[in-house]
């Protein structure tokens, strides 16, 4: 794994005995001793600590830096509000989705976190799609993800200003003398904080936070079944070019600003097709959720089929759900087998398994709305 980049806390990740592999690039650790099922189990109970440092974060400059964003995302961003942030997604002409990112407003620029795998992608195409009266800044830094219900009483001791923040608030605070950038969101369906930090200083705030006798260091196994129990889409697997934000459950990322009669309409790659498939509900498959029975887990790739067996869609991220107690997995189907309590089968190792099309998250979330 030489060729591979480190995140500012690989020396960490050795010391902690985490079991490292390659992932979109970087050598990152998938476990730790404690295990992915017990790692998962204190994130949902307590409190686990995420190295997400691999992801891509950019500032976006320039006198309107919202509008700019705004002819290459879907999402209302000229709506956003200073000390916030929202989810959005880059599309193409076709309406296929490029990325999936996070953006907030600081006040006088954007700040974007972007996924890993994507980020040079996503940095030539806002180089290429942006006026020349734009400009970003790749950073390298740090980021933390303090998760699970206990994160605020551990937050309290060492930041207790961010507290006082809702889910999707984002703000600038210093953390042991270190000036860090919070926002109040993550990856798990609980309530947390990601946490920006400066390189040189995340070894030690990593180090201060797992001081903390709620918090343990996670890896990216339990961060994945987490996500999936809280019904996220990964980039790359639920979503991608062939998926459009209407067929991936995705709508409420469409701003009301840019749908057909909003101030803004339109405007953003593909949104011929997305607000055609917006209005006229026409689009031929959809995400849902998928419950199966005993403990047998439905991965990705499997195929799925009604009772004539016929093929009626695929699953694009399953695994046992260990807050669940069962399997569960998300992927497409056709948009008549999309009814919550439809019975699909997938086919594991030749045989049917029988799964239930459920409601998403599939463990109530945790966010803090004050």
Known sequence: MSNLKHT???????????????????????????????????????????????????????????????????????????????????????????????????????????????????????????????????????????????????????????????????????????????????YTGEDGFEISVPAEAAEALARRLLAEQEVEAIGLGARDSLRLEAGLCLYGHDIDTGTTPVEAGLIWAIGKARRHGGERSAGFPGADVILHQVDAKDHHRKRVGLLGEGRAPVREGAELFNEDDKRIGTVTSGGFGPSVGKPVAMGYVDIEYAAIDTTVYAEVRGKRLPMTVSKMPFVAPGYYRG
């Not at 970087?26 to 001793?33: I, S």
């Not at 992915?36 to 950019?58: P, W, Y």
């Not at 599309?91 to 989705?97: D, P």
Request: negative net charge; charged residues 20%.
């Open 8 to 186: 500012p806390l690989h020396a960490l990740h050795l010391e902690l005995g985490g079991k490292m592999v390659p992932f979109a690039g970087y050598e990152m650790p998938v476990q730790y001793p404690l295990g992915v099922k017990k790692e998962h189990e204190h994130t949902r109970t307590a409190c686990g600590l995420f190295d997400v440092s691999h992801m891509g974060q950019i500032l976006l400059h320039g006198p309107s830096p919202a509008e700019a964003l705004e002819t290459l995302v879907c999402a209302d961003i000229v709506g956003l509000p200073q000390g916030m942030q929202r989810y959005a997604l880059f599309t193409e002409h076709e309406g296929g989705i490029l990325d999936d990112l996070m953006v907030a407003n600081p006040g006088d620029h954007l700040y974007l976190v972007v996924n890993a795998a994507c980020k040079d992608q996503d940095q030539a195409l806002l180089e290429m799609g942006l006026d020349s009266e734009h400009g970003i800044e790749v950073l390298d830094r740090g980021l933390l993800a303090l998760q699970g219900p206990k994160a605020a009483d551990v937050m309290q001791r060492l930041c207790p200003e961010a507290c006082d923040m809702v889910f999707m608030q984002h703000g600038h605070f210093e953390m042991d003398g270190t000036p860090v950038w919070i926002s109040r969101s993550g």
